[in-house]
């Protein structure tokens, strides 16, 4: 398995849409196959079409609010005494998360086909909440599906998904999480599709959608690239690029634009959520040799048992809480090109209380995953190596969780 | 021989009425429950679909997907359902099996295994929900080898080029989804509706046998009479529900609905 340069990742699959030949596809039920191509045939035009790439930018910009910033952590740098930390601040962008990329897409590849309606998933609810807001912005319907665990749990997104105007449809199947989320909705596109246009909110799902969130993403690293090279007057030589991986949307888009680049100048470190300390469940299928097999439509890595039955999963970050993980990671850890490990619940907690106390900045339980190891990682580097974590989503939705775990000045003091 | 699935088909016909398929999920509420509903529905249906439950179905409604979790909740294992297979088969041997599942559960058996497992317990036929066409080509053909139909899907949104390419590869036997929706959806569509589209696929090849399912019910069957086999698989497992949740027996009642389905469609 090799992976190609100057050819972006996401149109490295073959013509089935396995990337490696075995990663991905279109394991979809018939009625959806017409859909999914009409998708692909005014995804791959649009993509190359300059009039619609301008219009992209033309909402990044104005609306998204492009570029998010690019800030050296001085005070946990001087903490930490290793390497440089340095933060992209995602959580910047209009919503607070990364999500508004792929949804902003979605929602204008939506009017282009003429659909009326969108539906989308939602674990953290940023996915659900940042569809809403697009949603609204170009004029669709909007329904959002999301756990019934995670509507509890992520209560201040589900608020801002109904305020947008969006039904918010809660899944009482299975584990109520994530993965029963995105079951639920693409069933409701399967009855629909005639009519509806389906946002799947990561790097899963039918090859199309890995392939345009993937897309949408890495406007990430386009603004990363450019700020690196303004900071430093070009990329640094020793550079690692950390973040949270849980279908992979947010590592896939902040890593893309590296993808080139020797990975013993830019190496990607990809953290997984590996659950309670004390809980053999996880949400960590790369670090802990999870079997392929398929879910929502794409072979992956994905925690299942011996007869191929979908595992369920634990994790204090419900955004990071699915039991597989993007096609493109499969590809990414499997060519090598990038390295995957896990931070438990109670790691990403540290973390969280570290970088709330050092620095402005308040990243969300899923970077705080990535802040973790990262941290960990910084004390051993050389002061010229350039650690850039992407603080890709914020904590004000999380403030429930880190009150109940952390007490009440961990929410107020920020 | 020939596969006893076309030779149901010959007997429906014989007797001037579309074959009669049941979809009923194996290990639902039980092992041997789903064993014993299979046998007392024998009688009345030519064709037994035995579902193999899955934790993420992507196009199973609520009726299915609370069998299949009942199911597994009650610990099936894929080879607990080829024992059932093997033992329903003890009881008639004649009467042809399909699984109908999804394709991890047979992806994490082993293509080859899956199907040895298959001939050697008496499965007949094989519908694989997310493994459509042409991905499906070389699975089809490890099928053919064994002498299992590989069951096609075809979908109102299939398109007429599609459909005669998958027409030309397909075994003998295609199921056409009567409408866009999971199982067990309300039918949106006209009777009419659905089997003009049925007559435009049948028309590419009048020697394939086209079964219709999804949304069928005993409301509903007696309209559609004019197709080569009809398949009633959420009616059943909402029947299966309503008995458990009523205690009764759903094998009796289970019974006694697909004896009213088969009176409505002689």
Known sequence: ?414 | MSNPISAAFKKARAENRPALLTYTVAGDSSKKQSLDILKSISENADILEVGVPHNTPVADGSQIQTSAYRAIKKGIKINDIFRIVRDFKKFDKNKPIILMGYYNMIFQYGDNNFLSKCKTSGVNGLVVVDLPWPENKDFAKKCKKKSIYFIQLLSPTTTSKRLKKIIQNSHPMNYFISMLSTTGGKLKVSPREILKNYNRIKKINPKKEIVIGFGITGKTIGKLKSADGLVVGSAICKEITRSLNSRQNPVTNVGKLVRKLKNKIK
């Not at chain 1, 930390?85 to 902003?104: E, F, L």
């Not at chain 1, 998904?161 to 918010?168: C, H, P, Q, Y």
């Not at chain 1, 096609?327 to 109670?346: I, N, Q, V």
């Open chain 1, 1 to 414: 398995m090799k992976l190609k340069k100057k050819i972006p990742v996401i149109d490295q699959g073959n013509s089935l849409g396995f990337w490696g030949g075995k990663f991905g596809g279109n394991f979809v039920p018939e009625t959806l196959k017409k859909p999914i191509e009409d998708l692909e045939v005014l995804f791959n035009k649009l993509k190359k079409d300059k009039k619609f790439i301008s219009e992209r930018d033309k909402y990044f910009k104005n609306w998204v609010g492009a570029p998010t910033r690019f800030i050296k952590l001085e005070n946990l740098t001087n903490h930490i005494g290793g390497a440089q930390i340095w933060s992209k601040v995602v959580s910047d962008a209009n919503g607070g998360a990364h999500k508004i990329y792929n949804a902003t897409v979605h929602c204008l590849l939506a009017k282009r086909s003429g659909k009326k309606i969108i539906c989308g998933d939602t674990g953290a609810g940023y996915a659900g909440k940042m569809l809403s807001m697009a949603a609204k912005k170009f004029g669709l319907k909007c329904k959002i599906f999301m756990g019934a665990k995670d509507i509890a749990r992520q209560k201040p997104n589900v608020k801002a998904m109904k305020k947008n105007g969006a039904e918010v449809i809660p899944v009482y199947s299975g584990s109520q999480t994530l993965v029963d989320a995105v079951s639920e909705c693409m069933r409701f596109w399967v009855a629909n599709c005639d009519t509806t246009a389906m946002c799947v909110g990561s790097t899963v799902g039918p090859a199309v959608f890995v392939r345009i969130c993937g897309w949408s993403t890495s406007q990430i690293s386009r603004e990363l690239k450019i700020q690196l090279i303004k900071e430093f007057g070009s990329i640094p030589k020793k550079l690692k690029l950390y973040n949270c991986v849980g279908g992979g949307s947010s590592s896939f888009g902040f890593w893309n634009e590296f993808m080139d680049y020797d990975k013993k100048q830019v190496e990607f470190i990809g953290v997984e959520a590996g659950g309670p300390a004390k809980s053999k469940k996880h949400a960590a299928p790369l670090t802990y040799g999870s079997k392929i097999g398929i879910l929502h439509g794409a072979a992956q890595y994905v925690n299942q048992n011996s007869d191929g039955q979908i595992e369920e999963t634990e994790s204090i970050s419900a955004g990071l809480d699915y039991p597989g993980i993007s096609p493109l990671h499969c590809f990414l850890k499997d060519t090598k090109r990038a390295r995957y490990t896990a931070a438990s619940d109670e790691e990403a907690l540290s973390a969280y209380k570290l970088v709330t106390k050092f620095e402005k900045l308040r990243p969300s339980l899923e970077p705080s995953h990535a802040f973790f190891v990262a941290l960990k990682e910084a004390k051993k580097l050389s002061k010229d190596t350039v650690v850039v974590i992407n603080s890709c989503g914020d904590a004000y939705k999380d403030r429930g969780i880190l009150e109940e775990r952390l007490g009440k000045k961990y929410v107020k003091s920020n």
